[in-house]
């Protein structure tokens, strides 16, 4: 078709929207205004990313029980943290949402047709606001919020559930499940009825089943999964300014900080790109094994 | 067996408190007396009653709707114009032009909102309803392109030149031929972009500036600020809103599927 | 053929349904150490159906299923002694052609030498030594359905279930798997239960089919009983070109049918209602007599070995298979022996009785086929 004209502008307007953003990304972590207003080459950014001020390094509260101390850059410290808990969310999402898949999986296998009522139940908090569905953990969690008035009750001791690595690591889990469990369960409600009686024919038990046929073959879709998981985890301000109370501080936020509040936007930047390159890395990392997956699709 | 069943069926029950739980609470609390998030005092609509005689979140929901509405119809007509396009493109610019399309899907959205930001302040943009739109506008299109360009494949390309070859112009063959086929992912691509813009907060917050709040942002400096139970009556209007229309939508496509079931059995 | 062994496995009056769809009924037969079985039968006649019956996938409503005299019903398929080669192949996407085939083997923990050692046995004996390293998705057909037979026979299964194991595959591969599976059958004394829909496929394998029809077993018997001696219109029809025309029997070794009488083989109830076959190459075409069974050649087509013809007789088309040509237009009369004429039973699937018996006939068969109500086809 002679139409290709039509596609000019679009590509136009991915330079200006796509293309240029990010390299002015780059160019303001490389650059600082000088007291004059104009703009000068620098590497403070990155330089204030492994120079700073050294802080001890937070392992979850490991370092107390193990009693090592290392100082490390503020900055890497915060990297570091965010990393633990983007990794225990992405693994606590694995480890409660595979299950629920594969229920919600089998169900679908014996109803067959029609549209499943459960995962559509599955969905609809989903299509909520994040920020609403984060905010609502607030009432749950809070000192005296309903969680600890359920846990007085039963004469248990109240806990401190909120500004802690519980909170926001909760906060991630229940906002990130539904990516966890739909890329899975789409997986798995298409794993052919025929190979898993395949592996029984030739000697497996139910147990063998899955280890050996099951579970490999969704293994495309847990990996599209800690992808969706881990990246948000990884670059959220959102549940860290919400569920923190204001002390706690990941990259999101720190980021999210630095352009809003403190203004630095070389070290921001710098942060950013940082970031970036770590996120889209071990997305990379993932991907090698996801053989042509569709995951992502079944969202909405 | 039987204990198996149980375990199974309780599993599935304790995630589904999990994730009903939170917006039960949000929703309980809607009606809620005492101005807390947690401590019951008695029944009241008065929150309802404030959230609609509340001038900021009325016309923050205007925003939201007005850039939902423009973006989701900008991004999919921009994207159809595209998709047509793309296809007399050569193998490898097709390739470099989908490559940038995936980047603003596959960026952090705290990545992508800075980095507009920073363009519009490097425009010399002040932040504002126009950033805000272009914001919008700018993470719907590759959405939208991803979601007609399928159709677009199914598309025999034959058809716009049998049209051209019956005497159609090149714009009536579009409309005529090309349109009405596609139609379907064109469909999905404004339901899909409408909705996104709809839930979108991260991209919002960096490149709405001071001046204009979208309901997200709105309710975002709510929370952080005090305890404000109208944000609880809000998210259940909303709540009800999504379920009515997960509903509605999905009652539908039923009914269809039926019928053309029905329709290949005869 | 296997006869006098006692069967090493055996359906007893199996019934399934689906719903309120009965799928099969009254299922019965013996499986004999080392035949090759076949169920024939036409698509959807229930035929995966007893074969999973028989691997364990689905439980029977009723009936039994003995391995070596013992009920298999309660056994899961992980445990039965038997392997499956599955009826879209179900190779393991996430494994290579090698470890499909070690699958079973390890499940058994098999020393690893030994798993090389059968696994590479198994890819030779078919044919596919050298691509243990393959994936799966980079097979043709007929190779993936080599490893899906590999895959079973590894495990050294007593029996092998075969569910249309060559239906996705061209003609010229479809002949040479014949040949292939037949000879592998032989080769290493395994039991073969084999689904088809194809009967010349049936015909040529097995020692013993066993033809189906909507749930129903028609015949059970070695693929030249079957052919030669159709127990109804059904199996005569599915079995093979073959003319099948309503006639009755005047008395022992004398049948009517086509409107005349003939001498025949068999003895019956005088008078009563049957069917009978004859085998398009049994047919003799000669110059037209008086008084015999006289037609119009309609259509000639060469089929390579034989001429396939029509010949019209009194509104009746006989299919006539011959290396002799006819030209159409021809007239001719149609010969054959008493020995070619093969009566059987009426059934539900017996052709229209009207106007084929001779004149003095016709009244009596109107009026026996208006008695038999809804003749059901
Ligand atoms: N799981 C099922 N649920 C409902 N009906 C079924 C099921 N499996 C099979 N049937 C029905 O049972 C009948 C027999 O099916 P079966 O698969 O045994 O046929 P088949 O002889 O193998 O046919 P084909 O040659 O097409 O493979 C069919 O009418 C089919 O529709
Ligand atoms: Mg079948």
Redesign the pocket.
């Known amino acids: 078709m002679r139409l290709r004209w039509l596609a000019y502008p679009y590509v136009l307007w991915t330079v200006v929207f796509t293309v240029a953003p990010l390299l002015l990304v780059a160019w303001f972590a490389f650059t600082a205004v000088q007291p004059d207003g104009s703009s000068a080459f620098t590497l403070d950014g990155f330089r204030s990313i492994v120079a700073g001020d050294r802080v001890p390094l937070d392992l979850l509260g490991l370092q107390e029980v193990f009693g090592l101390t290392v100082g490390v850059p503020l900055y890497v410290n915060v990297f570091v943290k965010s990393l633990q808990i983007a990794l225990l969310s992405t693994l606590a999402c694995l480890l409660f949402g595979y299950p629920a898949a594969y229920l919600l999986a089998r169900r679908r296998a014996r109803q067959r047709g029609g549209t499943d009522l459960l995962l559509l139940l599955f969905v609809i908090p989903m299509w909520m606001n994040a920020l609403l569905r984060t905010y609502a953990w607030l009432a749950l969690l809070e000192p005296n919020g309903i969680v600890n008035t359920v846990l007085a009750a039963v004469g248990l001791p109240k806990g401190q559930f909120l500004y802690n690595d519980f909170g926001i690591g909760l906060g991630m889990v229940y906002n990130y499940l539904p990516f966890m469990v739909l890329p899975i369960y789409s997986v798995l409600v298409k794993v052919d009825r025929s190979l898993v009686e395949a592996a029984e024919d030739l000697g497996a038990d139910r147990r063998r089943v899955f280890t050996r046929v099951v579970l490999p073959l969704s293994m495309p879709g847990v990996m599209s999964g800690v992808n969706m998981v881990f990246m948000p985890a990884m670059t959220t301000f959102l549940i860290p300014n919400l569920l923190g109370g204001g002390r706690y501080m990941l990259i999101g936020n720190v980021i999210e900080r630095q352009y809003m509040i403190a203004r630095d936007w070389t070290t921001a930047s710098a942060l950013s790109i940082v970031l970036l390159v770590f996120v889209l890395a071990s997305m990379r990392f993932m991907t090698r094994y996801e053989k042509g997956n569709e995951g992502g699709g079944v969202l909405l | 067996m039987k204990l198996g069943r149980a375990v199974r069926g309780s599993y599935l029950s304790l995630v589904f408190v999990f994730l009903y739980a939170p917006v039960a609470v949000l929703i309980v609390f809607s009606f809620n007396a005492a101005k807390s998030r947690s401590v019951w005092g008695g029944f009241t609509l008065e929150w309802y009653r404030k959230l609609f005689s509340n001038a900021e979140i009325l016309s923050s929901l205007r925003v939201t709707l007005i850039v939902a509405l423009l973006s989701a119809a900008i991004a999919t007509l921009v994207a159809t114009v595209t998709c047509i396009g793309l296809d007399g493109l050569t193998k490898r610019r097709r390739a470099v032009v989908m490559n940038l399309t995936y980047v603003p899907i596959v960026n952090p959205d705290l990545v992508t909102g800075i980095s507009l930001m920073l363009l519009f302040v490097f425009l010399q943009l002040p932040l504002g309803f126009v950033t805000l739109l272009l914001a919008h506008v700018a993470f719907n299109i590759p959405y939208a392109i991803l979601s007609i360009l399928p159709k677009m494949k199914q598309l025999d390309r034959h058809l716009y030149e049998a049209a051209l070859d019956l005497g159609a112009k090149p714009s009536q063959a579009i409309a005529r031929v090309i349109l009405p086929e596609i139609m379907p992912g064109v469909v999905t691509a404004m339901i899909l972009t409408f909705t996104l813009s709809i839930d979108d907060f991260v991209i919002s917050y960096f490149t709405s500036g001071a001046s204009v709040s979208n309901l997200a942002i709105t309710i975002y400096s709510m929370a952080r600020k005090s305890v404000n139970p109208q944000i609880n009556a809000l998210s259940a209007l909303m709540f009800l809103t999504v379920l009515v229309l997960l509903l509605v939508v999905n009652f539908r496509s039923n009914r269809d599927l039926g019928k053309t079931k029905e329709g290949r059995t005869r | 053929m296997a006869e006098g062994t006692r069967p090493i496995l055996e359906l007893v009056g199996v019934n399934k349904s689906?719903?309120d769809?009965q799928?099969l009924t009254d299922i019965s037969f013996p499986i004999r150490s080392n035949e090759f079985i076949t169920l024939l039968?036409p698509?959807?006649?229930?035929?995966?159906?007893t074969l999973r019956i028989l691997a364990g996938f689905e439980r029977p409503d009723s009936g039994d299923v003995l391995f070596e005299g013992a009920s298999l019903l309660d056994v899961p398929p992980f445990k039965r002694r038997l392997n499956t080669v599955f009826?879209r192949y179900a190779l393991f996407p996430h494994l290579d052609v090698f470890e499909n085939v070690a699958f079973g083997l390890r499940l058994r923990k098999t020393p690893e030498a030994e798993v090389k050692a059968r696994v590479a046995a198994a890819l030779k004996t078919v044919d596919l030594d050298g691509y243990g390293k393959r994936w799966v998705d980079q097979l043709s057909g007929g190779q993936m359905q080599r490893v899906a037979i590999a895959r079973a026979i590894v495990n050294g299964p007593e029996i092998l279930l075969l569910d249309?194991p060559l239906g996705a595959l061209d003609l010229k591969m479809r002949k040479e798997m014949q040949i292939e599976l037949k000879d592998m059958q032989k080769r290493l004394g395994i039991t073969f239960v084999y689904?088809t829909?194809d009967q010349e496929e049936a015909l040529t394998m097995s020692d013993t089919v066993v033809v189906m029809r909507e749930g129903v077993i028609q015949q059970v018997g070695s693929p030249t009983d079957v052919y030669n001696e159709p127990r109804n219109a059904f199996v005569a029809d599915f079995i093979g070109e073959s003319n099948i025309l309503p006639a009755r029997m005047e008395k022992d070794f004398e049948i009517a049918f086509a409107g005349h009488r003939f001498a025949c083989v068999d003895r019956r109830r005088a008078e009563a209602d049957v069917d009978v076959v004859v085998r398009p190459e049994d047919i003799v075409l000669a110059p037209p007599v008086e008084g015999g069974l006289n037609g119009v050649v309609t259509s000639v087509v060469f089929k390579g070995v034989h001429y396939e013809m029509i010949v019209e007789c009194d509104g009746t088309e006989w299919m006539v298979h011959s290396t002799d040509q006819a030209a159409e237009g021809d007239r001719a009369a149609l010969v054959f022996g008493p020995e070619d004429i093969h009566v059987m039973d009426r059934s539900p699937f017996s052709p229209d009785a009207h106007g084929i018996l001779p004149a003095d006939l016709a009244g009596r068969a109107a009026r026996a086929s208006a008695d038999e109500g809804d003749p059901d086809r």
């Open positions: 689906y719903g769809t799928v039968g698509s959807g006649c229930g035929k995966t159906t009826q249309e689904v829909h």
